[in-house]
């Protein structure tokens, strides 16, 4: 997309399908509450774009580092949404069906082995859907 001295800046779409078939057991609580998992095929999609730029400081020059900053937006559709059934009364999670979603965060090669990355996640939905999620992490290649 664009390139500076020290920095590369690019824009990456994105789009994944996901299947989740996933089954659990139903389950008797001690007080006789009967508990049964009621969403056991659902289709996401997720539809979007990510900014970043790579490149280094010129502190870093000849350090083999590189850092990416980035902002990152998606649309996250689901064909079902999360419900358990307690005795005869059937309770769904409201606002999933179609999702905002907006991360920021930073990806960093501290060298040739070690990588680190942090970011944030605001997703929102309808019904006053809202999730907060944060990430860090580290990874080192032998």
């Known amino acids: 997309m664009g390139e500076s001295e020290r920095a590369s800046y690019w824009f ?23 508990v049964k998992f009621d969403t056991d095929k659902n289709v996401q999609t997720r539809v979007g774009a990510r900014f970043y730029a790579n490149g280094h ?8 580092r590189e850092f990416e900053p980035f902002i990152e937006a998606n649309w996250i559709h689901n064909t079902s949404n999360y419900a358990v059934v307690m005795n005869e009364t059937k309770n769904k999670q409201k606002g999933t069906r179609d999702i ?13 082995n070690l990588t680190s990355w942090v970011n944030v996640a605001q997703q929102f939905g309808s019904n006053s ?14």
């Open 12 to 34: 990456q779409p994105k789009a994944q399908v996901i299947w989740m078939g996933v089954t659990a057991d139903n389950h008797t609580e001690d007080n006789g509450t009967r």
């Open 100 to 112: 905002g979603e907006v991360k920021v965060g930073i990806e960093g090669k501290l060298n040739n």
């Open 57 to 64: 400081s010129q502190l870093d020059d000849g350090k083999n």
């Open 129 to 142: 859907y809202t999730d907060t999620q944060g990430m860090v992490g580290i990874k080192y290649s032998f």
